[in-house]
């Protein structure tokens, strides 16, 4: 009975806390953002209507502890309990060797809580075999995912047939893979997020009767390859990566333009170089510091995130995604959908699916937007499944120099959804 009630007050105790928490509460934290991050890892809510049905849940988990020897309900609760446990521990013991957000936390709290909490309610079960099922099952599962995580490595497809416009250029970087047409003034066009240059063509095209036009793919994406494999992907190696293609091409002074996480490192570039961008083109950006919808916030956990980048990496999945972004179902191709899952399969752009979630801190530019003096066209679509339309009245509001336009009927993937729109908006503001 003892160690029942040891188990079952460890729940009431985190049940407490809970409530805690729900009052607005945030230590150990000075903030929520810092709480969810410390104790998960990831950023969600800590309102009341998410922790305290947790809060529920645990005085529920007391109750079927101490029950556990009157009651087949309560003990199957218990093995429950004790399996997610023994999964928790498990991925404690992988995030030990890994750079984790919360890594002493991990390490000296929450690994070793979950192994005594699971021997302990493991020996409140009758049966051997469930007591061997309960731990080898969950840790079963773990091992299997360690090793999908950090030794499996998907295919890489056949590089696709280029683009008669296509370029390459060295850098002690990386081999820049771009697109180039036209004559004129220069714009450089960031490759969509996890996106090819080539998403770019219909801009390419209109703006190429004025501009010398430049789509790139910067690391991680398309056909630019790294040289570096040390390569940080986060706001300073993306913004370092915008600048070597400049110098490259000895581009001083540009249009910068960007859709998705390449409209926010596009911003952030703008922001550190204010000399070498004179507009800014931001088509459903990046660069708020919020919350990414769940599928892309999960990439941020150790190990989960390696796994889930590479389990993807397969074109029925990735036909899915690309259809998620889009309202105009008809302009996904198996062209378009090959143009994303070939290059998605290349060692570096699969790394930095999950990198590049972790290390971009948006809370950089987002402080900056007031300061961002370069005239400014932001575009959204307002059936944004990535990034929530309301995101644009933000940028309106912060950016000083800002035009902020909704297109009705247009998804996240702008550049091809919607570019019957976007491109005479574009070229009337770079004019």
């Known amino acids: 009975m003892g160690s029942r009630r040891i188990v079952a007050g460890v729940h009431v ?30 950023e969600l809510s800590f309102a009341p209507q998410v922790v305290l049905p947790l809060a529920a849940l645990h005085l529920l988990l007391a109750f079927a502890v101490l029950r556990s020897d009157r009651s087949a309900l309560c003990r199957a609760v218990v093995a429950g309990l004790a399996a997610g446990l023994a999964a928790r521990a498990a991925f404690g013991l992988v995030w030990i060797f890994t750079d ?12 070793p809580a979950c192994i005594a909490l699971c021997v302990a309610d493991v020996r409140l079960l009758r049966v051997r075999w469930l007591k061997a099922a309960v731990v080898a099952g969950p840790v079963a599962v773990v091992t299997v995912l360690t090793l999908i995580a950090y030794v499996y490595q998907p295919a890489e497809q056949a590089h696709p047939a280029e683009s008669a416009h296509s370029r ?25 997020g996890a996106s090819p240059a080539t998403a770019w063509d219909a801009e390419l095209a209109t703006l190429a009767h004025d501009h010398t036009v430049y789509a790139v793919d910067l690391p991680g994406q398309g056909e630019t390859r790294l040289h570096d494999e040390r390569f940080a992907f986060d706001l300073d190696g993306m913004t370092n990566a915008i600048g070597q293609f400049l110098d490259a091409l000895r581009l001083e002074s540009v249009v910068l333009g960007g859709n998705s996480w390449s409209g926010g490192w ?19 950006p990046s660069g708020l510091d919020v919350s990414d919808v769940w599928s892309w916030e999960i990439l941020k956990q150790p190990l989960i995130g390696e796994a889930l980048a590479k389990l993807t990496v397969n074109r029925s999945m ?17 062209q378009l959908v090959d143009s994303m899952w070939i290059p998605g399969t290349y060692r570096d752009n699969v790394r930095s699916m999950y990198a590049l979630e972790r290390g ?32 644009a009245a933000r940028f309106g509001e912060l950016l000083p120099n800002a035009t902020v336009r909704i297109l009705p009927g247009c998804g996240h993937a702008l550049t091809v959804d919607c570019a019957d729109r976007v491109t005479p908006l574009l070229s009337a503001f770079v004019r």
């Not at 985190?14 to 104790?39: C, F, K, M, N, Q």
């Not at 390459?168 to 969509?192: D, I, N, W």
């Not at 596009?266 to 459903?284: N, T």
């Not at 971009?360 to 990034?387: C, F, I, M, N, Y």
């Open 360 to 391: 971009l801190d948006w809370s950089v530019t987002e402080k900056a937007l007031p300061s961002t003096r370069q005239p400014t066209l932001v575009l959204w679509g307002d059936h944004d499944t990535v990034l929530p339309v309301a995101q």
């Open 13 to 42: 105790l985190l049940a407490a806390l809970h409530i805690y928490w729900a009052t607005g509460a945030t230590w150990p934290a000075p903030d929520e953002r810092s709480l969810s991050r410390a104790v998960l890892g990831v």
């Open 318 to 334: 990735v036909e899915s995604a690309v259809r998620s972004l889009f309202v105009h179902q008809n302009l996904v191709t198996p």
């Open 266 to 284: 596009g911003l952030a570039y703008a922001q550190q170089h204010p000399d070498r961008v004179s507009k800014l083109v931001l088509l459903a």
């Open 168 to 192: 390459y250029v060295e850098t002690p970087l990386a081999r820049f893979h771009y697109l180039q047409r036209g004559t004129g003034s220069p714009v450089v066009l960031l490759a969509p």
């Open 100 to 111: 984790s957000a919360f890594y002493w936390l991990n390490l000296l709290v929450y690994t």
